[in-house]
């Protein structure tokens, strides 16, 4: 079995910086694309950025310019740096990663349980 575990969200003032990480750990042979994704309360989840393995990227138009995304390919851990955050970045972030777990077996993809960031004054 993998888990996904996301840390570092919180309370931060409009125009503050953030770091949230998401670590998967457990059966792993290999992980390919991993990314974050957002839900505002009474909205649709929605892809913020994603990485792929050999680190390239993609991002919202929201957060381009604002938000990066990075992993550390030994630690099976991605990252999520945001700055200039807007109240309107208000969410509950998820992580993602495309898992094989054995070698020949199908990837599949795991999400991490969320943590909540809150942009307000």
């Known amino acids: 079995q993998v888990q996904l575990v996301e840390s570092g969200g919180g309370l931060v003032q409009p125009g503050g910086s953030l770091r949230v990480s998401c670590a998967a750990s457990?059966?792993?042979?290999?992980?390919?694309?991993m990314g974050w994704f957002r839900q505002a309360p009474g909205k649709g989840r929605e892809l913020v950025a994603s990485i792929t393995r050999s680190g390239n990227t993609n991002y919202a138009d929201s957060v381009k310019g604002r938000f990066t995304i990075s992993r550390d390919n030994a630690k099976n851990t991605v990252y999520l740096q945001m700055v200039s955050l807007k109240p309107e970045d208000t969410a509950v972030y998820y992580c993602?990663?495309?898992?094989?777990?054995?070698?020949?077996?199908?990837?599949?993809?795991?999400w991490g349980q969320g943590t909540q960031v809150t942009v307000s004054s």
């Open positions: 993602n990663a495309d898992v094989q777990g054995v070698f020949g077996d199908p990837f599949r993809v795991y």
């Open positions: 457990g059966s792993i042979f290999r992980v390919n694309a």
